[in-house]
């Protein structure tokens, strides 16, 4: 870890990636908790407790500069303490283990394959990040641990790549069987903040200080929230946590490549208004033709969403499926339905005022012009 491959060190340059990861990994995932190990002289050694503070483990990780790396790292202890440390992840959540790796050796007290063997049925995934060369024990572990898929294993060519492949793992995975993907229900408590005059005890680290949040079950004072309760095991977050959730719970559906064929219903973008390549003249192209090339993109560039059935470019499909995590053409046709629904209201709205105008004025035939200008 002390090569100088990748500046301004491997060791360096792994505790700043890191610190980005919390970083990304809490605005990715905020009602999610994450635990810190490191390996050292053969052991596992704790960085920082499972927590849902990404302040908590930064600090932790920078105090990590003080010490320079020695020793073998070993990789079954470390996994083994990971796996102590997730036992306890509910059912509705997944397991993963994040491992950043510069050794091209592993010193194991015990056989290592055991310890891979009792990780895939508590589904635990691990993906690794190596800084040396590629590992058959890491290529193992990754495959048994993500159900023969090794693309989980990357090798560092360059400082950007080594970010680029480390921050991948923020994005929660795929669901495999179908339990997970069930659909249920989790309850969840949305504390309230205090601010004592005098600092107390929090439940959770035992730290004296004057402010924090009450359990909305059994107002037990914890520090930091999201969190779990202490005392009555309820999960503890708050609603902007569950907001910035949304797309991981309800992610937005693929586009579908667009056939020629279909192409002839627009001329541009409909998010961005970038003018499309121009349909064949008809005859020109069959209508069996396929949408897609041979690698994998639309023959005519355009994307169309299943729901809207708008056309979008490549970039806007990035953009949304990465960033936005909305379909322009979906919100744009709600707020279209919504406007309908809103002036309609307003036409029965003023029918409803002139009938009833109209009746005052059958009724009260004697009235005073004021009074029927005020019944209106």
Known sequence: MIEKDLRPTRYLLSIRYACDFVREYFEQNPIS?????GMRDGLALRVSDMSGNPVYHIDQIEKLRLDDPAG???LQNALEMARAALFHTPSHGTREVVIIYGALWSAD????????RSLVPDKIRVSIVGLAAQVSICKEL???TNGGDVSSYHIALNEVHFREKLLEATTPPITRSQKMSANGLLMMGFPSRIVERTASLCACHSIPNKGGYLCSRCSTKVCTLPSECPACGLTLILSTHLARSYHHLFPLRNWLEVSWTEAQKS????SCHKVFPVPPKEGAVTTNAPAKTGHN???SSRYTCPDCGQHFC???DVFCHETLYNCPGCQSLSEETKQKTKSS???RGKRKKRSDVAAVNGVENGASTADVMVID
């Open 33 to 37: 908790q994450l635990g810190v190990i």
């Open 314 to 316: 490549v970039d806007c």
């Open 72 to 74: 073998s790292p070993s």
């Open 267 to 270: 001329t541009h973008c409909f």
């Open 109 to 116: 007290p015990g056989d290592i394959h055991d310890t891979i």
């Open 297 to 299: 993109t639309s023959v």
């Open 142 to 144: 990754v495959k048994r």
């Open 345 to 347: 209201q307003v036409v």
